[in-house]
């Protein structure tokens, strides 16, 4: 992205994140200048080896094959700032939205979850109804929250309590998760329920809140176990109806080849952020399609990340939904130009490049200082 004035710091920008999210910190690789110059200022002049910002996928590739040793989310990430900024940059040059890039809109709008809006309430079905009925009336119609908490214990949130690195859940917190998503489908019969376990649990006990939620039909059960081994996730996906989602861990193809190819969630949540731009979750979404797995971004990073995702959406065959993460209609007005505030869907951004257009103004208010140097 460039800021309003084209200029580029020394170093890379830090803003702070949006009032939702008071401790997170945003960091921006800006740039600006013709796609055809190898000085784009910044990020560009130390990254690219001197091709054009039109060789998107050499430039990817020079970059993952040159960090072999190193691959993981770090690298991911730092490649997903640069791809980002060449796709951005193209779709200036060409005066169209990236998601034309892309191949054109096959979506009109997007639709969205709503995350973790049920806020500070009891544990209770009576609580969730009542509040469902709330964000209903607000026009959601699908919604995430993990209302596991920390529990089993998470080693460091609440030193008084006994260490317990089992992943094992106990009867009441079965009892209670039941209970608040009994309370959500009372309060939305066609509402979508979207369960977050964030890789908390070992397969029995995830097997168990699985078989204890089945009756409400949620839309999906994410991450009920980690990641790091393929056939505990088969085996947790055999064992119920409701469709497991999960991907946002897994940061390239390969990482996600043997998910798709053996079927173990039926959602896949990949994030462009983490995945290496929108040069790899184009093919991440494509390799799921094969095997009819819906795409579901993973979406908690940010209005650039938002963007991103905004326009693969757009562009994508097997999309599903997409989560509303932090979004905040204000911020999003300033930096997209307009926004249609929606608890359903989200519209395509229409305007050039990835839509996103920082004043220096706006830099100025909301840099902070991250140390870096």
């Known amino acids: 992205?460039?800021?309003?004035?084209?200029?580029?710091?020394?170093?890379?920008?830090?803003?702070?994140?949006?009032?939702?999210?008071?401790?997170?910190?945003?960091?921006?690789?800006?740039?600006?200048?013709?796609?055809?110059?190898?000085?784009?200022?910044?990020?560009?002049?130390?990254?690219?080896?001197?091709?054009?910002?039109?060789?998107?996928?050499?430039?990817?590739?020079t970059i993952y094959r040159g960090r072999n040793a190193m691959h993981g989310s770090a690298v991911q990430s730092a490649i997903f700032y640069i791809d980002i900024a060449l796709w951005d940059i193209v779709g200036q040059k060409w005066n169209v939205p990236v998601y034309k890039l892309l191949g054109g809109k096959i979506n009109d709008k997007i639709k969205i979850y709503t995350s973790y809006r049920w806020g500070n309430i009891p544990r209770t079905a009576d609580a969730y109804r009542r509040r469902t009925k709330e964000l209903v009336a607000e026009g959601a119609i699908a919604g995430k929250w993990d209302p596991f908490f920390d529990e089993p214990y998470t080693p460091g949130v609440r030193p008084e309590e006994r260490l317990d690195f089992s992943r094992q859940a106990t009867l009441k917190t079965i009892h209670e998760v039941t209970e608040m998503v009994r309370g959500v489908r009372e309060g939305g019969p066609e509402f979508e329920i979207c369960v977050e376990a964030h890789a908390k649990f070992n397969v029995a006990s995830a097997v168990r809140i699985a078989k204890a939620i089945e009756p409400y039909n949620p839309m999906f059960y994410e991450e009920p176990v980690p990641p790091e081994n393929v056939d505990a996730m088969i085996e947790v996906q055999r064992a119920t109806s409701i469709p497991i989602a999960a991907g946002e861990r897994l940061k390239s193809r390969l990482e996600a080849r043997e998910y798709i190819e053996r079927d173990a969630f039926r959602i896949f949540q990949p994030d462009v952020s983490r995945a290496g731009g929108i040069t790899e979750f184009r093919k991440l979404a494509a390799l799921a399609e094969t095997h009819f797995i819906p795409v579901a971004p993973h979406n908690?990073?940010?209005?650039?990340?938002?963007?991103?995702?905004?326009?693969?959406?757009?562009?994508?065959?097997?999309?599903?939904?997409?989560?509303?993460?932090?979004?905040?209609?204000?911020?999003?007005?300033?930096?997209?130009?307009s926004w249609r505030d929606s608890r359903a869907y989200f519209l395509p951004p229409e305007s050039p490049g990835l839509g996103i257009r920082l004043s220096d103004a706006f830099v100025r208010e909301h840099r902070v200082d991250a140390g870096l140097s």
């Open 300 to 337: 908690p990073n940010g209005p650039v990340c938002l963007a991103a995702h905004l326009h693969l959406s757009t562009a994508m065959s097997n999309f599903v939904i997409l989560e509303e993460g932090g979004a905040d209609p204000a911020l999003n007005r300033e930096l997209f130009g």
């Open 1 to 61: 992205m460039a800021s309003e004035s084209g200029d580029v710091p020394d170093r890379c920008t830090t803003l702070a994140g949006p009032s939702s999210f008071p401790t997170t910190r945003w960091t921006l690789v800006l740039a600006a200048g013709d796609p055809n110059s190898s000085g784009r200022r910044a990020d560009s002049r130390a990254t690219n080896g001197g091709h054009s910002a039109w060789d998107i996928e050499r430039i990817w590739h």
